[in-house]
């Protein structure tokens, strides 16, 4: 039985297989009232925020998401639950991309390959109203050897990395961001000026030697 009051944990990700030995490790500690896997389904995983926008949540978000910045979802998923907890479980090993992820003030942030014991930890500090970074992440953080270069991109203009990385037009990027194409080229040209290069395909090259994308 869960303690009256239990948050409600939420598992954003594109990979099934880990979304769901996640989902169990969550269930196993026993300290959620439920717990729900969305891969990839935006739409649907807003229309569950929106049903339950007064119930704690604690959304579990991974960084890489191949059709949508997580960045954009941490700020709709406290704009729909002013309760919501964000913890970014990511693979990411980049210290300028984790610097940047933190300037949206994840309140965790776990690596795809910590333990069991080290989900507990951040649970407890999550508690007690601290930021929880795992060693791992802290570790890449602390490495002064890594670049650490600082990301030149706001989460809108990531938002339409990931478009342009799977090859939409102006036109089809438009529509996925709800935006007019032009305000899709303004960002463009002004991201080409951000990372000094002359063409999209630059300007991807760019991204993905930055892990970007």
């Keep these: 039985m869960h303690p009256i009051g239990s948050p409600i944990a939420v598992i954003y990700d594109d990979h099934l297989l880990f979304a769901e ?16 896997v969305f891969v990839g389904d935006e739409q649907a ?20 998401l ?35 992820i933190l300037t949206y003030d994840p309140d965790g ?13 951040c649970l407890r500090t999550m508690s007690e109203g601290q930021l929880y970074i795992c060693p791992v ?15 030149p991109f706001t989460a809108r203009e990531l938002e ?5 990385a799977q090859g939409l037009s102006i036109i089809d990027t438009a529509t996925r961001a709800h935006l007019s194409k032009h305000t899709i080229v303004a960002h463009r040209r002004k991201m080409m000026t951000k990372a000094q290069v002359n063409s999209i395909t630059e300007l991807l090259a760019y991204a993905r030697s930055k892990e970007l994308i």
Excluded: C, W
């Design 137 to 151: 992440i802290r570790e890449i953080i602390n490495t002064k050897s890594l670049p650490t270069d600082t990301v």
């Design 66 to 100: 191949p059709q949508k910045n997580a960045l954009t979802l941490i700020n709709e998923t406290r704009r729909i639950n002013k309760k919501a907890r964000v913890i970014i479980v990511s693979s990411v090993s980049t210290p300028s991309i984790i610097n940047h």
């Design 45 to 64: 995983y807003l229309r569950f925020l929106v049903k339950n926008f007064d119930e704690p949540v604690y959304l579990f978000l991974d960084y890489y």
């Design 21 to 36: 030995s996640f989902s169990a490790v969550l269930e196993r500690l026993t300290l959620f009232k439920s717990v729900h």
């Design 109 to 121: 942030f776990l690596s795809k390959s910590s333990g069991v014991d080290i989900v507990v930890d």
């Design 160 to 164: 339409m990395l990931h478009y342009f």
